[in-house]
T-cell receptor, first 111, second 114 residues
Framework: QKEVEQDPGPLSVPEGAIVSLNCTYS??????FMWYRQYSRKGPELLMY????GNKEDGRFTAQVDKSSKYISLFIRDSQPSDSATYLC???????????FGKGTLLTVNP | DVKVTQSSRYLVKRTGEKVFLECVQD?????MFWYRQDPGLGLRLIYF???????EKGDIPEGYSVSREKKERFSLILESASTNQTSMYLC?????????????FGPGTRLTVL
């Protein structure tokens, strides 16, 4: 079983839709969870950071962590064409500097 | 804002050449990382460094070496480039500490080895 599983998509939605992106993981030591957005031919940029279980909201973006199910989500409300990118989940146990990444989900928001 | 810069956006080299990729960060981060990113394989860690002159192998270190002589600079070296090293190379940096694992990435270098 891979440490982090992420559906690669592609996911195509109309403008204004609510988007749900998800990752599952197997390592119960993970307690720091991140979402990165990567535009084509660019480096990933940090979008959301959460610690342990719970929700965090930032504008149109909401990150959810359910440690009991080992499942994290990113919701995008009122999606825009500018949200079209690859979204990577990442997580760590906080003790060895390294992050474990999902392979990314390619999202296209159509005008 | 954290800034991580990489020496080249695009690079074309020939098989057997020695290739240097350089990364500089301006936030006094202790940790620096080199990844490669390939379609369907995601991000794979090549090497990382948690201090000046310190380095540790990541998941795919074969064919690569690194150098960190100054805190802000981390270099990736391909000793003898091969076509299977054609890839997007990403540098990242982060603070040290249990609650500061967030990594900040550079723009990437797309390397083509002919």
């Amino acid at each position: 079983q891979k440490e982090v599983e992420q559906d690669p998509g592609p996911l195509s939605v109309p403008e204004g839709a609510i988007v749900s992106l998800n990752c599952t993981y197997s390592n119960s030591a993970f307690q720091y969870f991140m979402w990165y957005r990567q535009y084509s031919r660019k480096g990933p940029e940090l979008l959301m950071y959460t610690y342990s279980s719970g929700n965090k909201e930032d504008g149109r973006f909401t990150a959810q962590v359910d440690k009991s199910s080992k499942y994290i989500s990113l919701f995008i409300r009122d999606s825009q064409p500018s949200d079209s990118a690859t979204y990577l989940c990442a997580m760590s146990g906080g003790s060895n500097y390294k992050l474990t990444f999902g392979k990314g989900t390619l999202l296209t928001v159509n005008p | 804002d954290v800034k991580v810069t990489q020496s080249s956006r695009y690079l074309v080299k020939r098989t057997g050449e020695k290739v240097f990729l350089e990364c500089v960060q301006d936030m006094d981060h202790e940790n620096m990382f080199w990844y490669r990113q390939d379609p369907g394989l995601g991000l794979r860690l090549i090497y990382f460094s948690y201090d000046v002159k310190m380095k540790e192998k990541g998941d795919i270190p074969e064919g690569y070496s690194v150098s960190r002589e100054k805190k802000e600079r981390f270099s990736l070296i391909l000793e003898s480039a091969s076509t299977n090293q054609t890839s997007m190379y990403l540098c990242a940096s982060s603070f040290s500490g249990p609650s500061t694992d967030t990594q900040y990435f550079g723009p990437g270098t797309r390397l083509t080895v002919l």
